[in-house]
C-alpha cells in the first residue's frame, strides 16, 4: 500500500481536485512504465512467515538491503518501514508482504532488470537469515492470527475499520499479494479510453496470472482467490466502476466518486489521525470531525486517492490491479500485457473494439467468473480462453509496435516477455490450475510442498 503522500499545498478551489489529476497528463514522448510486486516472506525453519521484529524478520531483511545496498530506509514512530533508492522504494503489506515499488522507466527491458536486480539482493539477505520468499496471490496455509502487524499507524486504523465494512478486508491486508503496472495516459480523453480498456479486461489478467487456489490450508474453490476477497471487501471502495463507461466520464467524474468514499485517515506530523467514515467533502468545508476548522490539502487528496481500491484506478497516473502475485518469470509479464495494449493506438483501438459491446453485467459476472474458473469462463458467447489469445495478440502487435530494443539491440523489441502467459493461454491452463494438479497428485496433500517447489 502507498506511503503518504508530499508536495501538495492547500486547497483553494474546488477545481483543484480534477486538475490534480489531469496534472498527471504527458506526453507520448514522457509515457513511463511502474511496476510493483509484493511477495510473501517466512522463516525456513517453521514455514511461517516473517515477524516484525528478531533474528529472522522483516526488520532484518530491511537493514540487510540498507547496509549491503545502499538503500535508504523509511522510518516511523522510530521503526524503519522501508526503503529508497533511484525513484524506487520497497515497503510493507500490513503482514509483512515485501513490496517493490519500481521507478518510472521506459522500457519493460528496463522493468526486468530492477525486479531481476531487487529479487537477488533480496535472495541474498533472506538467505543469510534464513528466510524464504514466494510469489502467491494468497498465503496457502497461515492463519490470520500467525500474520504479524506492520508496525505503521495506517494499518492499524484500517485493520478496524475493515472488519466493520465488509467480510474479507483483512484477508486482503494481512493474506494477499499481487503485482500490478502503473501507465500514464496523454489527455482527458485518453485516459478514459485506456480507463474502459483497463477495467473491461481486468478480469481477462486475473485469469492469466491466477496462482491463489489455496487459503487455510486447502483448495478454496477458486483459481483466484485475491480476486475473490476483493468482491467483499468494502463496496464504497472496490469494484468494476460501471460510471467510467457512461457518457460525461472524465476527470470531473472520478473526483465526484472519490469524494463519495469513506475517509479513512488524515496524516500530519508523522501520525495517521483517525478519520473512518467521514466525509472528504465535509473536510473540504472545514467541519471534518476528526480535525474541526481545517481544511485539507492536495497532500490529504492525494493521500485519500490511494485509499480506494477499484479493479483499476486513476491518480497522476493509471493503475492495473487484477493480478495475483506470482513466480519470477512473470513478473516481467504484467507490464508487458497492459503496455502493449495501452501505449500504441492501434493496439487501445483493437482492445476497445473487443470489449466495447459488453455490458456492466457482463463486466462483474466476468469478474466473478474468472476468479473461479480462470480461462474456461465465458464472456458474450466466448471463452475467456478465446478472449485472453486475442488480447495477447493485440499487445504483442502494440509492442512490435513499440519496438523498443533490448539487450543492446539485439533483443529488438518487448514482445518475448509476454511468452510466460502465451503457453497458459494456449494450454488454457492457469497457474493455479498446476499447483491444484500437484497438490492432488504427486503432493499427496501436503501443502508444504509448494515452499520448496514455487519459492523465489
Known amino acids: 500500500m502507498s506511503i503518504p503522500q508530499s508536495g501538495g499545498g492547500p486547497i483553494e478551489d474546488f477545481s483543484q481536485l480534477a486538475g490534480y489529476l489531469e496534472d498527471g497528463c504527458k506526453p507520448e514522448a514522457d509515457f513511463r512504465i511502474g511496476t510493483e510486486h509484493e511477495k510473501f516472506g517466512y522463516c525456513y525453519a517453521k514455514l511461517q512467515p516473517l515477524p516484525y521484529d528478531g533474528p529472522c524478520s522483516i526488520r532484518a531483511m530491511l537493514e ?6 545502499g538503500w535508504d530506509e523509511v522510518q516511523e514512530a522510530g521503526n524503519i518501514i522501508g526503503l529508497t533508492k533511484d525513484g524506487a522504494n520497497v515497503s510493507l503489506e500490513p503482514g509483512g508482504q515485501l513490496e517493490l515499488s519500481g521507478a518510472p522507466l521506459e522500457t519493460i527491458h528496463g522493468t526486468c532488470d530492477e525486479v531481476n536486480v531487487h529479487l537477488a539482493q533480496v535472495k541474498e539477505i533472506a538467505d543469510e537469515i534464513g ?16 500474520m504479524p502487524m506492520m508496525p505503521k499507524g495506517r494499518y492499524r486504523l484500517m485493520t478496524d475499520y475493515m ?8 484477508q486482503m491486508m ?7 503496472v502503473n501507465l500514464d495516459f496523454g489527455s482527458e480523453a485518453d485516459m ?9 479486461l481486468q478480469p481477462v489478467a486475473t485469469a492469466l496470472f491466477a496462482n491463489s487456489p489455496f487459503f487455510d ?12 476477497i476483493w468482491r467483499d471487501l468494502d463496496a464504497d471502495r472496490t469494484g468494476m466502476l460501471p460510471f467510467v463507461f457512461e457518457d460525461g466520464m472524465g476527470f470531473q467524474r472520478y473526483v465526484d466518486y472519490a469524494l463519495d468514499v469513506p475517509m479513512y485517515f488524515v496524516y500530519r506530523d508523522g501520525r495517521y489521525i483517525d478519520a473512518l467514515g467521514q466525509s472528504f467533502r465535509d473536510f473540504l468545508k472545514g467541519e471534518l470531525p476528526a480535525m474541526p476548522g481545517e481544511k485539507p490539502t492536495l497532500s490529504d487528496w492525494a493521500d485519500h486517492l490511494t485509499t480506494i481500491f477499484p ?7 493509471m493503475e492495473m490491479r487484477g493480478a495475483d502475485g506470482g513466480p519470477w518469470r512473470r513478473i516481467c509479464a504484467l507490464p508487458a500485457f497492459w503496455v502493449g495494449l495501452m501505449y500504441d493506438q492501434s493496439a487501445l483501438d483493437a482492445a476497445w473494439d473487443l470489449c466495447k459491446g459488453w455490458s456492466a453485467e457482463m463486466r462483474d459476472q466476468l469478474r466473478i467468473d474468472a476468479s473461479v474458473h480462470g480461462l474456461k469462463a465465458q464472456v458474450d458467447g466466448r471463452s475467456l480462453q478465446e478472449v485472453a489469445l486475442q488480447v495477447l495478440d493485440i499487445s504483442r502487435a502494440g509492442l512490435a509496435a ?9 533483443i529488438p523489441d518487448e514482445t518475448h516477455f509476454l511468452n510466460a502467459v502465451q503457453d497458459i493461454a494456449e494450454r488454457g491452463e492457469t497457474s493455479a490450475e498446476e499447483m491444484l494438479a500437484l497438490y492432488h497428485g504427486e503432493w499427496n496433500g501436503d501443502l508444504n510442498r509448494i515452499y520448496a517447489e514455487y519459492s523465489y
Open 163 to 170: 472488519g466493520r465494512v465488509g467480510t474479507h478486508g483483512t
Open 192 to 200: 478514459v479510453q485506456k480507463f474502459r480498456v483497463a477495467l473491461a
Open 174 to 180: 494481512y493474506r494477499t499479494c499481487t503485482v500490478q
Open 402 to 410: 513499440r519496438a523498443r530494443p533490448g539487450a543492446g539491440g539485439m
Open 311 to 317: 479493479e483499476a484506478r486513476i491518480k497522476k497516473f
Open 217 to 228: 490450508g486447502k483448495p478454496n474453490g477458486h483459481v483466484s482467490w485475491r480476486s475473490r
Open 64 to 69: 540487510g538491503l540498507r547496509d549491503r545496498f
Open 131 to 146: 528466510a524464504g520468499f514466494i510469489g502467491l496471490g494468497a498465503s496457502p496455509d497461515w492463519s490470520h492470527e500467525q
